[in-house]
C-alpha cells in the first residue's frame, strides 16, 4: 500500500510560527552577544527555556511519564542535550561576535542541506526525492540572494567564525535526525523539557569551567533578550519543534532555517528603515517556492 505524505493546516501554522519566532533569534543574540560572553548566553536562554517548559510540564498531566519510561532514555536526551542546544548555541554564540548577522544566516541555511544527506540512512521514512533536492536547493538560493545585498560584497572573513556556524548548523541536522528516531511515544512538552534541562546543565557545567568569574548580564536590554530567547526561541518553539519533527519529518522540518532570514529582513525595514532591495523580493520567492516544491504531494510505501 501506498501512504500519502501532505502537511497538515496544524503543521503549517506551527512550521510558520515557529521561523516567526526563531526568525527574531539572530537579532537578540547580536544584543545579547554585547553584554555576556557567549556561553553565558547560551546557558541564560537554555535555563530559562527549561524553567518555562518545567512549569507547562507540571500544570499539564498529559505531560506526564513515569520515572520508569524517562530513565531508559536518559541517555538520548544527554545526546540531544549535548548535539541540539549545548554544542551549537555555544558555537553560534561565539561566532556571532566575528561574523555579521547576515552571514550568520546564509550558513545556518545549510541545515537543511546537511539533513537531506544524513536523514535516509537512519529514516525509511524520510527518503531524498527529487523534489526535496530541488525545493531545498531552491530555497537555498533564495537565502543567499535575500541576505546578499545587505552583505556588499563585505563577507566575513573569519574563517573559525564561519566553521563554527557550520559545525554548529551539522549538529542540528544530526540531533533532529537522532531525535525522528528515538524520541517517538513521548509527549512534546515533556521531550522539550528533558533535552532543554540536559543541555542546560552541560552548558553551566561548562561555563564554571571556561568562565571565571560568570559575569551576568549589565543592561536590562540583555535582560529581555534572554527571556525572549528562552521562553519564546526555546520553550514555546521547541514544543512545536518536536511536534513537528514527528508530524513531517526531519527534512521538512529542517527548512524552517530559510524563514528566519526572512522574518528579520521584513523586520529590519518596518522597524529600523533598512533599505529593501528589490533582489530580496526575488529571494522571498524563492524561499517560499522551496518550500512549496519539497511539500509537493508524493507517495511513500506504507509499513505493514
Known amino acids: 500500500m501506498m501512504k500519502e505524505i501532505t502537511m497538515k493546516n496544524k503543521d503549517w501554522l506551527l512550521f510558520w510560527l515557529t521561523g516567526l519566532v526563531w526568525g527574531t533569534s539572530f537579532l537578540w543574540i547580536k544584543i545579547a552577544v554585547n553584554d555576556v560572553s557567549p ?4 546557558g541564560s536562554r537554555s535555563l530559562f527555556g527549561a524553567i518555562g517548559l518545567g512549569l507547562i510540564v507540571a500544570l499539564n498531566k498529559q ?3 513515569s520515572w520508569n519510561i524517562i530513565k531508559k532514555r536518559l541517555i538520548d536526551f544527554l545526546f540531544l542535550g549535548f548535539f541540539n542546544i549545548a554544542l551549537p548555541w555555544i558555537l553560534i554564540s561565539w561566532a556571532g561576535q566575528f561574523l555579521d548577522s547576515g552571514t550568520s544566516a546564509i550558513l545556518n541555511g545549510t541545515m537543511p542541506l546537511f539533513t537531506i ?4 540512512i ?8 527529487l523534489p526535496k533536492i530541488v525545493g531545498l536547493v531552491i530555497g537555498f538560493i533564495g537565502v543567499v540572494i535575500l541576505i546578499a545585498p545587505s552583505i556588499q560584497g563585505k563577507w566575513s572573513g573569519s574563517l573559525l567564525g564561519q566553521g563554527a556556524i557550520l559545525m554548529g548548523t551539522l549538529s542540528y541536522a544530526s540531533a533532529t535526525i537522532f531525535a525522528r528516531k528515538k524520541t517517538r511515544g513521548l509527549p512534546t ?6 533535552q532543554m534541562s540536559f543541555g542546560s546543565a552541560i552548558i553551566w557545567v561548562t561555563a564554571l569551567f571556561t568562565e571565571r568569574p560568570i559575569i551576568l548580564p549589565q543592561f536590562p536590554i540583555t535582560w529581555v533578550a534572554l527571556l ?13 519543534y518536536f511536534y513537528l519533527l514527528h508530524s513531517i519529518g526531519p527534512t521538512r522540518v529542517s527548512m524552517i532555517t530559510y524563514i528566519p532570514p526572512l522574518v528579520a529582513l521584513v523586520l529590519g525595514v518596518v522597524f529600523l528603515k533598512e533599505q529593501f532591495y528589490w533582489q530580496s523580493l526575488l529571494g522571498a520567492v524563492l524561499i517560499f517556492s522551496g518550500i512549496a516544491i519539497v511539500n509537493l504531494k ?6 505493514t
Open 39 to 42: 556561553i553565558v548566553l547560551a
Open 189 to 194: 512538552q515533556m521531550l522539550a523539557f528533558l
Open 122 to 129: 537512519f529514516n525509511q521514512d524520510d527518503r531524498i526525492t
Open 228 to 240: 525572549w530567547l528562552g521562553l519564546l526561541g526555546s520553550c514555546i518553539a521547541y514544543i512545536f
Open 117 to 120: 544527506l544524513l536523514s535516509p
Open 298 to 303: 508524493q507517495k511513500v510505501p506504507q509499513k
Open 63 to 65: 505531560a506526564h511519564v
